[in-house]
């Protein structure tokens, strides 16, 4: 049997998130200004951010609460070497941590988000922003992930079939990021949802 969570957005009116097993996308890192980290992730969740690879480091930030879907945390650092690495995660109240976002600021260089060609039932074509990619995608509905594909040769198109048959439904989301395998800097996010 699912059990339901929820949040009170006010002491007597509780809002109903989903299931247990319902989790936000993981939560994007799109900017840093000074020692302040910036980004989107889903409307009423917690943010985490852990940060390795600096001097002093790996530290623990947040949770902070983000009812709109932007967040930041002051890291209290300006200085990012290439092994530093920003891990971000998300939840819902109650609810379990999302996948992580990975963002590595002095990796260069920076690609830009994988582009999509076409998002079916069973799977996401598109084209990569460089060779020898991950490509990996999360759907919004309930934050599964449903594409991880290992790009081989020279082309920069995919047909990446969803994981273990998974299915998406018409009018859901898909959330594409491309990076380099193990836990490499990963792009924005591509989003698109399936029409028919």
């Not at 509780?14 to 993981?26: A, F, L």
């Not at 941590?97 to 920076?110: E, F, G, I």
């Not at 449903?146 to 920069?156: A, F, H, P, R």
Request: aromatic share 8%; glycine share 10%.
């Amino acid at each position: 049997m699912k059990q339901k969570f929820g949040i009170n957005s006010a002491p007597s009116d509780p809002v109903v998130i989903g299931d247990c097993d319902v989790v936000p996308v993981p939560p994007e890192v799109e900017s840093i200004s000074g020692s302040v980290v910036t980004g989107t992730t889903s409307p009423n969740t917690y943010v985490k951010l852990t940060v390795s690879g600096a001097t002093g480091y790996p530290r623990g930030f947040g949770p902070v609460f983000s009812a709109d879907g932007m967040w930041s945390l002051d890291i209290g650092t300006t200085s990012f070497a290439p092994v530093t690495t920003l891990l971000a995660t998300a939840n819902y109240p109650g609810g379990e941590l999302s996948d992580t976002y990975v963002k590595q600021p002095a990796r260069t260089p920076q690609y830009d988000a994988p582009a999509i060609t076409e998002v079916g039932a069973n799977q996401v074509s598109g084209t990569a922003p460089a060779t020898g990619q991950q490509i990996m995608g999360w759907r919004s509905s309930d934050g599964k992930k449903i594409v991880d594909l290992m790009m081989n040769g020279t082309s920069l198109s995919f047909e990446a079939p969803y994981l273990d048959g998974e299915i998406l439904e018409e009018g859901d989301i898909l959330n594409l990021v491309s990076c380099y395998p193990v836990q490499s800097s990963m792009t924005p996010y591509t989003k698109r949802a399936r029409r028919l």
